[in-house]
C-alpha cells in the first residue's frame, strides 16, 4: 500500500551542486505534481504533468526541471543548487484534472538543504 | 499571489472543544479542498466540495463554501490530541490544471 514514494527522505547540498528528487506512484495516476512547501507558507507548484511524455510549468518553475518518461514516475532535477532552493519538496498524483472530483495524493517530501 | 488564505493562522483549544477555521478565495472556482498536514508529513486530503454544494460531512467534520463570499470553513467537532495539525484549503483555477493552497492553519489540541 505504498501510494507516493519520494528519494531521498533528506539530501544537504553545496551551492552549484546538481541532483534530481524521485518520485513513484503506484495508483496508475496520469496526473503527477512537483510542489515546494517554505515555512509558515502553503505549497507551491512548481512543475507538473498531465501524463506519460508531458510537462508543464506551475508558479515558481525557475531553476527546476522535470521529467516523465514512464507513467508512474516523475523527475524533478536541480541543475545549479541555490541557497534559496532550500525547500520541503512534495511530489503529489491524481486520477483526475483539478477541476474534477478526485484528491491528491501526496509523498511525505524530501527536505533539501542547500549550503 | 495565494488564491486561498486561511484564518486564523494558529488555533489552540482543549480537547474536546470544537475548531473552526476559514478559507477566503479570489476567483471563481471549481471545487475546494481542504488538507491535513501532520508535522513532518505529506498532506492528507480531508474533504472536497464543489461550487454547487454548500455544504459537506465526513465523521466529525464538516465543510460549508459560500461562493457568493467565496469563502469556506472547516469544522472539526469533539476535537481530539490526534487532531493536532496543519490544515490547508486548496482551490483550482478556472485555466489550468493547478490547485493553489493556503498557507494554513496550525491547530493544537491540548489534552
Known amino acids: 500500500n505504498a501510494g507516493v514514494t519520494q528519494t531521498p527522505k533528506f539530501r544537504v547540498l553545496k551551492t552549484g551542486q546538481s541532483m534530481t528528487l524521485l518520485c513513484a506512484q503506484d495508483m496508475n495516476h496520469e496526473y503527477m505534481y512537483w510542489y515546494r512547501q517554505d515555512p509558515g507558507m502553503g505549497l507551491r507548484l512548481i512543475h507538473y504533468s498531465v501524463g506519460e511524455g508531458t510537462t508543464a510549468k506551475g508558479e515558481v518553475p525557475d531553476g527546476y526541471n522535470v521529467s516523465r518518461l514512464k507513467k508512474q514516475n516523475f523527475l524533478l532535477g536541480l541543475e545549479s543548487a541555490a541557497p534559496s532552493q532550500t525547500s520541503v519538496y512534495f511530489c503529489?498524483?491524481?486520477?483526475?484534472?483539478?477541476?474534477?472530483?478526485?484528491?491528491?495524493?501526496f509523498g511525505d517530501g524530501t527536505r533539501l538543504s542547500i549550503l | 499571489s495565494q488564491q486561498g488564505e486561511e484564518d486564523p493562522q494558529a488555533l489552540s483549544i482543549q480537547e474536546g472543544e470544537n475548531a473552526t477555521m476559514n478559507c477566503s478565495y479570489k476567483t471563481s472556482i471549481n471545487n475546494l479542498q481542504w488538507y491535513r498536514q501532520n508535522s513532518g508529513r505529506g498532506l492528507v486530503h480531508l474533504i472536497l466540495i464543489r461550487s454547487n454544494e454548500r455544504e459537506k460531512h465526513s465523521g466529525r467534520l464538516r465543510v460549508t463554501l459560500d461562493t457568493s463570499k467565496k469563502s469556506s470553513s472547516l469544522l472539526i467537532t469533539a476535537s481530539r490530541a490526534a487532531d493536532t495539525a496543519s490544515y490547508f484549503c486548496?482551490?483550482?483555477?478556472?485555466?489550468?490544471?493547478?490547485?493553489?493552497f493556503g498557507g494554513g492553519t496550525r491547530v493544537l489540541v491540548k489534552p
Open positions: 486548496a482551490t483550482d483555477h478556472a485555466a489550468g490544471n493547478k490547485l493553489t
Open positions: 503529489a498524483s491524481s486520477s483526475e484534472r483539478v477541476s474534477g472530483n478526485q484528491p491528491q495524493h
